[in-house]
C-alpha cells in the first residue's frame, strides 16, 4: 500500500525534513508531484493549483497547513465540505510586522522620510521637516490577535497608549480598552494612529471607508498591514485629497502589485511599501514551529493543536 503524502510547496532545510520524517513514520516528504501523486497528498503544506483541481475530483487530502496568517485565497467552502482542516502563519510574523509600524510612525513623526527626498535633492531644508512627538499619542488597533498584541507591547514602551477593536470588544493584554468592531466610526475622531491589522472576509471587506476616513483627526495617521481589501482604495484617495487625516502607510493593496498609474503613488501624504511588512528573519524556524507542533497532534489524532482557523470565519 503506498504510504500518504506530506507534499511542501516551498523548500525548507533538510533539518526540518528530517523533522517532519521523524514525526510522520507512515508518510512520505515530498516537493515535487508527478500527475498521479496529486490525489494523494494528505498533507499540504501551502497551495497549489494541482491541489485545488483536485479537490474537484478525488482526493486524500485532510490537512492543509498555510503559510501566511491570512487564508481568504484559500478555497474554504471546499475545505468546509469536505472536512479538509486548515491552519494557519498567525504569529510567525508579529514582531516584523511590529517593527515596521513602529519605524513608518518614526519616519514620519521626525520627519525622515521628507528628509530622505530632501537628500536625493540635496536640499537642507531643516524649516520645512514635520516633527511630532510619538509618545502619548493614541493608537488604535483593528485587529488584536497576535501582530495586534505584540505590536502594543513594543510600542508601549514608547510611551503610546493603545486602544484595539475586536469582533466583539472583548479584553486583549496590553490595550488600554477594546471596543467592538461595529463601534468603529465611533471612536476613531479620538484617535492619532489607525492600524489595520485585519484578515480578508466578508465582515471585514472595505471596512475601512468614508464612515471611518471623515470620522479621523485631521491630524491622524492610517496604516494598513492587514488585507487589502479591507480598504476601499477609491474612498481612501478621496479622503488623502480632501485632507480628511494627515498622512497613511500601506503595505497591503486591493491589486498587487500596485498599478502604476495608480493616483497613490504620486500623493505626497502617502508611504508605499511594496507587501514587506511581513518579511521575517529565520522565517522557516518559526514556521516550523508551528507546523511540527500540528503535525504531531494530526499524526496521534487527527487534530490541531496551533492556529487552527475556523472556516465559516476566515481565521
Known amino acids: 500500500m503506498t504510504k500518504p503524502i506530506i507534499f511542501l510547496q516551498r523548500t525548507f532545510r533538510d533539518e526540518f525534513i528530517d523533522n517532519i520524517q521523524a514525526i510522520a513514520l507512515d508518510y512520505q516528504v515530498k516537493t515535487e508531484l508527478t500527475d498521479e501523486e496529486v490525489s494523494s497528498v494528505e498533507v499540504s503544506v501551502g497551495w497549489s493549483k494541482e491541489l485545488a483541481e483536485s479537490l474537484r475530483s478525488s482526493s486524500q487530502l485532510k490537512w ?44 514620519y513623526y521626525r520627519g525622515l522620510n521628507q528628509s530622505v527626498k530632501n537628500q536625493e535633492k540635496k536640499i537642507w531644508g531643516q524649516e520645512s521637516i514635520h516633527y511630532d512627538q510619538l509618545s502619548g499619542k493614541n493608537l488604535l488597533v483593528v485587529g488584536t490577535g497576535h501582530i495586534g498584541q505584540q505590536l502594543s507591547k513594543s510600542i508601549r514602551s514608547l510611551g ?39 484578515p480578508g472576509t466578508h465582515e471585514t471587506y472595505h471596512i475601512f471607508n468614508n464612515d471611518i476616513f471623515e470620522n479621523m483627526k485631521k491630524t491622524a495617521v492610517f496604516i494598513n498591514v492587514g488585507r487589502g481589501d479591507t480598504v476601499h482604495t477609491k474612498e481612501l484617495t478621496q479622503a488623502l485629497e480632501n485632507k480628511d487625516f494627515a498622512f497613511a502607510a500601506l503595505d497591503v ?28 528573519v529565520d522565517f522557516q524556524r518559526k514556521f516550523m514551529d508551528i507546523f511540527l507542533a500540528n503535525l504531531k497532534s494530526y499524526v496521534a489524532s487527527k487534530e490541531l493543536s496551533v492556529n487552527q482557523v475556523e472556516l465559516d470565519r476566515g481565521y
Open 160 to 198: 503610546v497608549n493603545v486602544y484595539g477593536i475586536n469582533t466583539t470588544g472583548h479584553p486583549a493584554n496590553g490595550f488600554v480598552e477594546t471596543y467592538s468592531i461595529k463601534n468603529l466610526a465611533k471612536i476613531v475622531h479620538e484617535m492619532d494612529i489607525v492600524v489595520g491589522i485585519l
Open 64 to 107: 492543509v497547513q498555510s503559510i501566511s496568517a491570512g487564508v481568504d485565497y484559500l478555497p474554504l467552502k471546499d475545505f468546509s465540505n469536505q472536512n479538509i482542516l486548515l491552519s494557519n502563519g498567525s504569529g510567525i510574523h508579529a514582531l516584523s510586522i511590529s517593527e515596521h509600524i513602529i519605524g513608518v510612525l518614526l519616519g
Open 253 to 280: 493593496f486591493e491589486e498587487e502589485p500596485l498599478p502604476t498609474d495608480n493616483p497613490l503613488w504620486k500623493m505626497e501624504n502617502v508611504l508605499i511599501t511594496p507587501h514587506i511588512s511581513g518579511m521575517t
